[in-house]
């Protein structure tokens, strides 16, 4: 369990960590560089999840060594399926990072939802279902250990 402080909000309690991959984790397909070591470290205290439409056909291999539950969602209800999916997690529970328009719902449903603005881009609907949006995935994810940067960012 990772807990997150923030004044003017409850307290946040996160058991889980949702990622989309391409665009969010990964820059055409391939996992970007630092983003390894940093979910390694905090899957010591969330479960990490990656939930693709897996656009390159490869998260599965890409993401078979890191400590992470894979979920590919494959119909024409990419959207759907990414928002039931944090649901069964228990949403209140959830920190949702993502960059695309199959994201904005999970974003806006977890307790927490990061949009990144990556090198792939970010869809104004992401940006729009986002408690908060990071450059880069690697600060998003240093945000959450180092929680005094989302303190600064989202107290009221």
Known sequence: MLKVAIPGFEPMEFDHLVLDFNGTIAFDGKIIDGVEPAISMLAQLLTVHIVSADTNHNVV???????????VVNSAYQQQEKLEYIEAL?????????NGNVDADMMKRAELGIAILGPEGLSPKALAAADVLMP???????SLVNSARLKATLRT
């Open 61 to 71: 291999q890409e993401v078979a060594h890191l400590p992470v539950t894979t979920r």
């Open 90 to 98: 228990g949403a209140e529970k959830v920190c949702a990072v993502g």
């Open 136 to 142: 880069n995935i690697i600060n998003a994810l240093e």
